[in-house]
């Protein structure tokens, strides 16, 4: 009994401590940029690495996750972004082409993460039309966008915002990390 409770006490606090290291959770900061081929970002060790380095995009991704051995199942920019948000092939999401309207009442990995209890938000091009569902906050370009002074569209309507589309985006994404997310819980951002 003596060798017991202490062998006892032992096993319950490393198994205490195996299953709050399972629960915690990582940030998935989603980066999802327009038309950037693999060859353009030095982490994937492309022929443009010299020519144009991405040391930002390089650093996150030797810090976080890089896609080695992701395919690409629709080119076309609304429909890739569907399947993305889906998991699931074009036809089977129903978003073929960028003529198509996104049904948003189905399946997504954002409304996923909310129900295990991540707060959601995702900033930039969405192509997708309709409202966005499955985001706690969420502010998407009008189609593909201006480039300079581009409307974009919040929960509460259109809104025109002065600047270039890149730094509106930035700045919306890290004013929701700064004010709006709630500290302690795990967050997905997609810009």
Not at 3 to 12: E, I, N, Q, R, W
Not at 75 to 101: D, L
């Amino acid at each position: 009994m003596k060798k017991t409770l202490p062998l006892l006490a032992l096993l319950g606090a490393m198994l205490s401590g195996f299953l709050s290291a399972q629960e915690a959770r990582p940030n998935i900061l989603f980066v999802f940029s327009d038309d950037h081929a693999p060859h353009a970002i030095g982490a994937y060790d492309g022929w443009l690495k010299k020519v144009n380095p991405t040391p930002v995009i390089d650093k996150l991704a030797s810090d976080g996750m890089l896609f080695v051995n992701s395919f690409c199942t629709n080119s076309i920019c609304g429909p890739s972004r569907a399947v993305i948000q889906t998991g699931k092939h074009s036809h089977k999401n129903g978003f073929m082409n960028n003529g198509n309207t996104f049904d948003w009442n189905q399946q997504t990995f954002p409304k996923l993460l909310q129900k295990a209890g991540y707060q959601t938000a995702i900033y930039g091009k969405s192509h997708l039309k309709g409202k966005p569902q499955g985001y706690d906050d969420w502010a998407v370009l009008p189609g593909q966008g201006l480039y300079y002074n581009p409307d974009m569209i919040f929960p509460e309507g259109r809104k025109r915002i002065d600047g270039y589309c890149t730094d509106v985006v930035t700045d919306l994404a890290v004013g929701w990390l700064r004010n709006k997310r709630v500290a302690g819980k795990p967050f997905m951002l997609m810009v």
